[in-house]
């Protein structure tokens, strides 16, 4: 068990729909990075929060959209959904930031697009 | 720019087989380099690090040497059980960067 929470475990919607999913990251960590895996593009980074701002960007798509909240949990918004935003979605929180700090994994949100 | 080049998979070996995964990455800087394992249905766990050029990462029998020269980080173990079946994934962080780069991942399944 990494500390790291994400729900819901699974979702399941339709085309058009928006959806949020959440992570609480360990006790301490200040920093939340949100990702995307899929079969055919692998572990995408889509954006990295520290201490409620937003500190990098990554392949995140305009219809996405992230936050964090003062009590450091955070928030991935996905809207008019496509059949390919289909993924697991991680987050992963770190103590602070840059390259002395190892990334700890919550267990993933499986999205489902049908 | 940044990025990180697996060895495609999917790989099959048999119980005790040596097993190697290549990584080669593309920085700016001197990078910290990753190996981080997936179990099937879990999230991403840390498997070894190395921060600096020549230092060697080690973690449950698995190694891998940040080599400057050839910009590698190949991950090795002698002897593989099935307990190691699972995703493996190479990834940096630049000095100055906050990004995580990773590679695409290689599945290795061990059969008894």
């Known amino acids: 068990d990494s500390g790291v929470t994400q729900t819901p475990k699974h979702l399941i919607t339709a085309t058009g729909q928006r959806v949020t999913l959440r992570c609480s990251p360990r006790?301490?960590?200040?920093?939340v990075y949100w990702y995307q895996q899929s079969l055919d593009q692998g572990l995408q980074f889509l954006i990295q929060?520290?201490?409620?701002?937003?500190?990098a960007k990554g392949n995140i798509l305009e219809r996405f959209s992230a936050q964090q909240f003062p009590d450091l949990h955070s928030e991935l918004n996905l809207s008019s959904l496509e059949l390919g935003d289909s993924a697991l979605y991680f987050c992963?929180?770190?103590?602070?930031?840059?390259?002395?700090?190892?990334?700890?994994f919550g267990p993933g949100t499986r999205l489902t697009v049908t | 720019g940044n990025s990180v080049t697996q060895m495609e998979g999917p790989v099959t070996l048999s119980e005790e087989a040596f097993l190697t995964i290549n990584c080669t990455y593309t920085?700016?800087?001197?990078?910290?380099l990753f190996w981080y394992v997936q179990y099937p249905g879990e999230g991403l766990q840390l498997l070894l690090k190395?921060?600096?050029?020549?230092d060697k990462g080690s973690n449950k029998g698995f190694e891998a040497t940040y080599r400057k020269e050839t910009t590698s980080f190949h991950l090795e173990k002698g002897s593989v059980q099935v307990s190691d079946s699972a995703v493996y994934f190479c990834?940096?962080?630049?000095?100055?960067?906050?990004?995580?780069?990773f590679g695409t991942g290689t599945s290795l399944t061990v059969i008894p």
């Open positions: 929060y520290y201490n409620g701002e937003e500190r």
């Open positions: 190395a921060t600096k050029a020549d």
């Open positions: 990834a940096l962080i630049s000095r100055t960067g906050n990004q995580f780069y």
């Open positions: 006790s301490g960590d200040l920093s």
């Open positions: 920085a700016t800087g001197y990078p910290s």
């Open positions: 992963a929180s770190t103590r602070g930031q840059g390259a002395s700090y190892e990334q700890y």
